[in-house]
């Protein structure tokens, strides 16, 4: 059964940091470009990171980067994203997912964050809150 569960979630202070987990089973995750989206309460969602497979090409969205990092670890089968100096706007509930359309090891830097249609085996999301 093809699965993304995240973890890490949790309530921390403004410039604190969070670090989570997506793990991947039931599929080959190097054969898959990773992304981390997010979803506040009354917003759309919204994409903060995709990570390629093969030569690991990163994207961040303009509002987290120089904040989070995200990384993966094939062996391991799980994808992580490092936050760091959280914000109150960070709030929201966290998911990542696999690309199944298009080319599926690969993030385009120009519609990684908005064609959330290319994506699918979507996890069930990790809340991050963060105030003081």
């Known amino acids: 059964q093809v699965q993304l569960v995240e973890s890490g979630g949790g309530r921390v202070q403004p410039g604190g940091s969070l670090r989570l987990s997506c793990a991947a089973s039931g599929f080959t995750l190097d054969d898959y470009a990773i992304a981390w989206f997010r979803q506040a309460p009354g917003k759309e969602r919204e994409g903060v990171s995709c990570?390629?497979?093969?030569?690991?090409?990163?994207f961040y969205g303009g509002s987290v980067k120089g904040r989070f990092t995200i990384s993966r670890d094939n062996t391991k089968k799980t994808v992580t994203l490092q936050m760091n100096n959280l914000q109150p706007e960070d709030t929201a509930v966290y998911y990542c997912a696999r690309k199944v359309q298009g080319q599926r090891t690969y993030c385009y830097p120009s519609t990684w964050y908005r064609q959330l249609s290319d994506y699918g085996s979507w996890g069930q999301g990790t809340q991050v809150t963060v105030s003081s």
């Open positions: 990570i390629s497979s093969g030569d690991g090409t990163r």
